[in-house]
């Protein structure tokens, strides 16, 4: 089974600073995606970014990047120029390809941006 | 386009009356999960469904918890009789299946009390 790993519970960054975000995973499969949601105190869920296991730029949406360390198995969240909206409950998953739909979530981390 | 639409986006309810949540995923696509996320067990996978059918609810809960899925465009998600154990967040999110890693786009939530 996967198991996703998210060591920081909560952070502070200082308005437009980066901020990053740790995830590390742990899987014997070869083949699997990694994705980033983030959650505000409005409760959603937002898809923010996905990485693939077999891709060799590091994925970046806008303000958002993956710092994806594959030997490490490690895919943390870079958000740069912080803004105030980014502060959320931010959540790293992972599932397998090959017809696997389940996703496996961390525990979160909250983030929180000071003007 | 419009997201993942689910009602009500708050329920509350007396412990022992049924409850309907509803969902309408993102048009086109053709796999829908529904989730429920509480603070004690985070994100849970409670039942998946591929093309209208059922493939796996090994995650619902108890025989308490019933979910449908009369054509591609609803879904419903029913706990009859409710207990406040089920107080918690549920989601529904829907990706479309092209066999390999799908993001999964989640609804904004039912905040559900069971009172």
């Known amino acids: 089974a996967q198991k996703i790993t998210q060591t920081q519970p909560g952070m502070f960054v200082q308005e437009k600073e980066a901020v990053t975000l740790d995830c590390t995973y742990d899987?014997?499969?070869?083949?699997?995606?990694l994705f980033w949601y983030k959650q505000p105190s409005s409760g959603e869920m937002i898809f923010l970014i996905y990485?693939?296991?077999?891709?060799?730029q590091n994925a970046t949406e806008g303000r958002y990047s993956l710092n994806f360390q594959k030997a490490r198995k490690s895919a943390n969240l870079v958000i740069s120029a912080s803004q105030l909206g980014d502060s959320a409950m931010y959540f790293c998953?992972?599932?397998?390809?090959?017809?696997?739909?389940?996703?496996?979530f961390g525990a979160g981390t909250t983030v929180t941006v000071r003007a | 386009d419009a997201g993942v639409i689910q009602s009500p986006r708050h329920e509350v309810t007396e412990m022992g009356q049924e409850v309907t949540l509803r969902c309408k995923p993102i048009?086109?696509?053709?796999?829908l999960f529904w989730y429920r996320q509480t603070m004690m067990r985070g994100l849970e996978l409670l039942i998946y469904?591929?093309?209208?059918?059922?493939?796996?609810d090994s995650g619902m809960p108890e025989d308490r918890f019933s979910a449908k899925m009369p054509n591609a465009s609803f879904s419903t998600l029913k706990i009859q009789p409710s207990e406040p154990r089920d107080s918690a967040v549920y989601f529904c999110?829907?990706?479309?299946?092209?066999?390999?890693?799908?993001?999964?786009?989640f609804g904004p939530g039912t905040r559900l009390t069971v009172l």
């Open positions: 469904f591929n093309n209208n059918v059922p493939i796996d």
């Open positions: 998953a992972m599932s397998r390809s090959s017809n696997d739909y389940k996703l496996s």
């Open positions: 048009s086109g696509h053709n796999s």
């Open positions: 999110a829907s990706s479309w299946d092209q066999g390999g890693t799908d993001t999964q786009y």
């Open positions: 990485q693939g296991s077999y891709d060799e």
């Open positions: 899987t014997s499969d070869q083949s699997y995606g």
